[in-house]
């Protein structure tokens, strides 16, 4: 993909020529390869994503768990009432609105942990992740440029580095 190296825009010598073209707010990239057909990528530069938008890794024991009742008034939740998403590297809290009484649930999508003797929990999915990250030698910007490119939210630089330095050995 062409990028900008001191204000000028260069391009790699296997990359075609009309491979981006800027819309707004997102990027849409095109491909042009012979084994795979025409087909258009929109990558959101925007951190704001909507929980509607692209893909998510959830856990669906622990989604299914946590949409079987309501705090308030035991009525099982359904996840078209979702009102908003907390993510937290590759996990999210969903804001989900009971139909009977209007409560608004924090549901989990992925399992966590307790890292220490206090504070929140951790989501096992970004703990895995930065625990593969090291073993395969990959960084931050060669996972988001995976996760990415399969519709799935990236996850921060410093959520990695935060996982990573949470789980060396003594």
């Not at 590759?90 to 608004?104: H, K, P, Q, T």
Request: proline share 4%.
């Amino acid at each position: 993909m062409p990028y900008e190296k001191n204000g000028k825009r260069k391009r790699r010598s296997n990359v075609s020529k009309s491979m981006l073209q800027y819309h707004e707010d997102m990027k849409k990239v095109r491909i042009e390869k012979p084994e795979i057909e025409n087909c258009d990528l929109f990558l959101s530069t925007s951190p704001e994503i909507s929980w509607q938008d692209g893909r998510r890794i959830v856990e669906l024991d622990v989604l299914a768990n946590s949409l079987r009742s309501c705090k308030m008034c035991t009525i099982p939740l359904q996840l078209h009432n979702t009102e908003g998403e907390k993510r937290q590297g590759l996990g999210s809290y969903l804001s989900v609105r009971c139909a009977e009484c209007n409560f608004i649930n924090t549901i989990q999508t992925n399992k966590t942990h307790v890292n220490g003797s206090r504070g929140p929990g951790v989501f096992d999915i970004n703990t895995k992740t930065a625990i593969g990250l090291t073993d395969s030698g990959l960084g931050a910007r060669q996972f988001n440029k995976l996760v990415t490119t399969m519709g799935i939210p990236g996850i921060t630089a410093k959520t990695i580095k935060r996982e990573r330095k949470g789980n060396k050995d003594p």
